[in-house]
């Protein structure tokens, strides 16, 4: 999870589905929906900028055990 208080983020154009595999034999996929359809980027120009962006993502996120409690706290505030 990546609270509010985080602030501007890497992930604040858009969501996305980067898809990574453990072989050699397959690329990464980035996978982008839009109103028009969906776009899957595979060469590594186009992955790139969203493997960046999902490690930057990944490196703010909170922990397991803190999004538990941000949850447990939201959910007890309803």
Same mark, same amino acid.
């Given at each position: 999870? /990546?609270? %509010?208080? !985080?602030g501007?983020? !890497? ?8 898809? $990574?595999? =453990? *072989? !050699?034999? %397959? $690329? @990464?996929?980035?996978?982008? &929906?839009?109103?028009?359809?969906? +776009?899957?980027? #595979?060469?590594? #120009? #186009? *992955? =790139?900028?969203?493997?960046? *962006?999902? @490690? $930057?993502?990944? $490196?703010?996120? /909170? =922990?397991?055990? &803190?999004?538990? @409690? /941000? +949850?447990?706290?939201?959910?007890? &505030?309803?």
């Amino acid at each position: 999870m /990546l609270p %509010f208080s !985080a602030g501007a983020h !890497a992930g604040i154009m858009g969501s996305f589905v980067l898809f $990574s595999f =453990s *072989t !050699a034999a %397959f $690329s @990464d996929v980035a996978c982008v &929906e839009h109103q028009a359809g969906t +776009l899957y980027m #595979e060469k590594p #120009e #186009e *992955t =790139s900028a969203y493997t960046l *962006t999902f @490690d $930057s993502l990944r $490196s703010s996120a /909170l =922990s397991a055990s &803190e999004s538990l @409690d /941000l +949850l447990t706290r939201v959910i007890r &505030e309803l």
